[in-house]
């Protein structure tokens, strides 16, 4: 296990991120809307097929790499637009975290322990391209390519990308982002207790910020968990389910 920050090489034209931050202070605790519920919603294996096979039959595309994480991101963000019922020509920016331990030169040790991310930001994009019948598909269309271009795009381009985001976003806009990945193995982690049972994100109360994570007792399942107002999440479930 690798805990020395200096494996990261960062290039010249970022700032400097590795700012060590460490401290015991907790950090200030946001205030939670009363009509807030959580829910955990899991795609199976099967579930995750369908998805997949859908968007190659609506996609008239033959170039898409159709990865868990594509189709899942897609599928949760489409019924999260129309849980939400924002008007159509809402704008409606979006996000994920890559991993850059592999996309640096020289590439991060994979023992390294900690943080290598920098994030992707998805703006211009209005309600009605999630809405009707094609909002799935365009979904996977657009996180597709996000995902395929992070190898063609070096570090600076995609922190310059954030950045100029970050400026682009209009007040009370909320941005609907993922924690965790259904590539991080949590359910192998052991710390002596044997495997979790069931794993949560504590910080998914805020900006429209769901988790995922892969699913314990079954090979390319997803297990998600989101947040949202009881109204919302009446619809959004709805959805979620009649889309399988």
């Known amino acids: ?16 991120l590795s700012v060590d931050v460490r401290t015991l202070k907790l950090p200030p605790v946001k205030e939670i809307e009363e009509d807030v519920v959580r829910f955990a919603f899991e795609l199976t294996h099967e579930n995750v097929k369908k998805l997949r096979e859908r968007a190659k039959s609506e996609s008239t595309r033959s170039d ?56 992707v930001n998805f ?8 809405l009707g019948e094609e909002g799935f598909v365009n979904g996977v269309e657009i996180v597709n390519d996000a995902v395929r271009d992070l190898s063609l795009r070096g570090a600076e381009s995609i922190w310059e990308l954030y950045e100029e985001g970050l400026k682009k976003i209009e007040p009370g806009i909320k941005k609907l982002s993922v924690g965790g990945s259904n590539r991080f193995g949590i359910y192998e982690t052991d710390f002596g207790w ?10 998914n109360s805020g900006n429209l910020l769901y988790s995922m ?10 297990e998600i968990g989101m947040c949202l107002k009881k109204c919302e999440m009446d619809v959004f479930v709805t959805e979620f389910q009649n889309g399988l």
């Open 64 to 119: 898409l790499q159709l990865s868990t994480f594509v189709v899942t991101y897609a599928y949760v963000l489409t019924c999260v637009v129309k849980a939400r019922g924002v008007n159509a020509d809402q704008p409606v920016p979006f996000t994920f975290v890559a991993d850059f331990r592999d996309r640096l030169d020289p590439p991060v040790p994979a023992s390294y322990f900690g943080n290598c991310v920098l994030p």
């Open 213 to 222: 994570s892969e699913s314990r007792d079954e090979a390319g399942g997803v």
């Open 123 to 130: 703006l211009g994009y209005k309600a009605k391209t999630f």
């Open 1 to 16: 296990m690798v805990l020395d920050r200096t494996v990261i090489n960062l290039p010249s034209e970022l700032p400097n």
């Open 194 to 203: 044997g495997r979790p049972v069931h794993t949560e994100n504590v910080s």
